[in-house]
């Protein structure tokens, strides 16, 4: 049988709701094959990160050149990098083996406010990240590291998104979970380079937040995998974080993360 591939290049979250653990169980419910290429491990439970170790380099090149050697995804995405070493080092095994159905989730500081990439990265990501990106998908604080832009209105996310669509991914979506936290609704912004468009869902009240935009990167890669367009496999990956952060699970006593199997557990309460 054959079966559509996803990567994913990302720091372990040994709490398992971030990181290539989210990008894993994602990968898994959309029925699509998955594969890890690792960058750090993170100690990390749902109270905060208590440590960050990355892997060595060496490591990197290696599971990069196996998985580019045979296996082939159909399509890959990044998410914590580290530093801009590793980036500039990624980006050209990226580019080596030709991967262009690429989501770049630009993974910089997590939720509680621990540092996953150095500061002296943000080049690095624009400079190799940016061009080889299909999608990319930055939260507020991201974006505006990314292009300098201070967002605090509707105006200057859209210049944002322009700025990154310039910088050279095709498409931009520049996440609102950030935003307005006392609003109705939750927007995200997605600019293709001719037209803006908002994809709007009511915010759910709920601190189980932790991973939501590793997730929904990583739904986004896996209906690339099947060939999806970029336009419609974000609309159903932004329904499937809604799913999966409504049908909240209870794990740990902090941020707990998203429901990543919310679509088999819908399915099993059908019975
Ligand atoms: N409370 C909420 N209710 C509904 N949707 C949300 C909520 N919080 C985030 N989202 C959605 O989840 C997705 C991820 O957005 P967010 O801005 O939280 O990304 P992020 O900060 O990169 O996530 P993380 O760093 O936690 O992995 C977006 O589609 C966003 O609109
Ligand atoms: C390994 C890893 N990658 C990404 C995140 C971002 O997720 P969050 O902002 O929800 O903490 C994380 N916490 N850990």
Request: proline share 3%.
């Amino acid at each position: 049988m054959k079966v559509s591939k996803a990567l994913t290049i990302a720091g372990s979250d040994s709490g398992g709701g971030a990181g290539i653990q989210a990008d894993l169980k994602t990968f898994q419910e959309f029925g699509v094959y998955g594969m890890s290429v690792l960058t750090a491990v993170t100690a990390q439970n749902t109270t905060g990160v208590q440590g960050v170790f990355p892997v060595l380099l060496e490591g990197i090149e290696a599971q990069l050149q196996s998985i580019g050697s045979d296996l082939n995804p159909h399509a890959v995405k990044t998410g914590m990098l580290y530093s801009g070493e590793y980036i500039e080092r990624t980006a050209y095994y990226m580019r080596k083996f030709g991967w262009n159905n690429v989501v770049v989730d630009p993974v910089m500081i997590a939720k509680g406010g621990a540092t996953l990439l150095g500061k002296e990265a943000t080049d690095a990501m624009k400079t190799y990240m940016l061009p080889i990106a299909k999608i990319i998908t930055p939260n507020i604080p991201e974006a505006e590291a990314l292009t300098g832009i201070k967002i605090d209105c509707e105006e200057a996310r859209a210049e944002a998104a322009k700025v990154l669509f310039d910088g050279g991914a095709d498409y931009v979506v520049i996440k609102g979970g950030h935003y307005d936290g006392s609003g109705e609704y939750v927007s995200d912004l997605l600019y293709n380079g001719v037209e803006m468009a908002e994809l709007v869902e009511k915010r759910i009240d709920t601190k189980n937040t932790h991973g939501t935009g590793c997730t929904f990167s990583a739904a986004i890669t896996a209906e690339l995998a099947y060939g999806k367009t970029a336009e419609s496999a974000i609309e159903h990956a932004k329904k499937f974080i809604q799913n999966a952060i409504a049908h909240r699970i209870d794990v740990g006593s902090g941020h707990g993360p998203v429901n990543h199997f919310v679509y088999r557990r819908i399915a099993l309460e059908q019975y």
